[in-house]
Nanobody, 116 residues
Framework: VQLQAYGGGLVQAGGYLRLSCAASGRTLSNSAMGWFRQAPGKEHEFVSGIGWSGRTYYADSVKGRFTISRDIAKNTVYLQMNSLKPEDTAVYYC???????????WGQGTLVTVSS
């Protein structure tokens, strides 16, 4: 399984970005997928997940601001991030998940920088 996250960048506080995660070698229609982030000097943190049924769930810190979705035909998972805050600055990764637990190794992440 290869996972590649992209779509990060530099944005001002209050702005928005949409991240994408392209998966190869794994069919998303029967996989739970999640987004995680790692801020400088910190551990990986769960952000959001989408179950194989399409049920979505979020960390309290992003609830109401971030939206996870998927396009099964494109085998891609998205993370729409609105009302961004400086504390959202991190490298964002996607991963298969069991609940909020990542499975497997981290793929390529994408850097999100939110300026105040």
């Amino acid at each position: 399984v290869q996972l590649q996250a992209y779509g990060g960048g530099l944005v001002q506080a209050g702005g928005y970005l949409r991240l994408s995660c392209a998966a190869s070698g794994r069919t998303l229609s029967n996989s739970a997928m999640g987004w995680f982030r790692q801020a400088p000097g910190k551990e990986h943190e769960f952000v959001s997940g989408i179950g194989w049924s399409g049920r979505t769930y979020y960390a309290d810190s992003v609830k109401g601001r971030f939206t996870i979705s998927r396009d099964i035909a494109k085998n891609t998972v998205y993370l729409q991030m609105n009302s961004l805050k400086p504390e959202d600055t991190a490298v964002y990764y996607c991963s298969p998940v069991s609940g909020t637990t990542p499975l497997g190794s981290w793929g390529q992440g994408t850097l999100v920088t939110v300026s105040s």
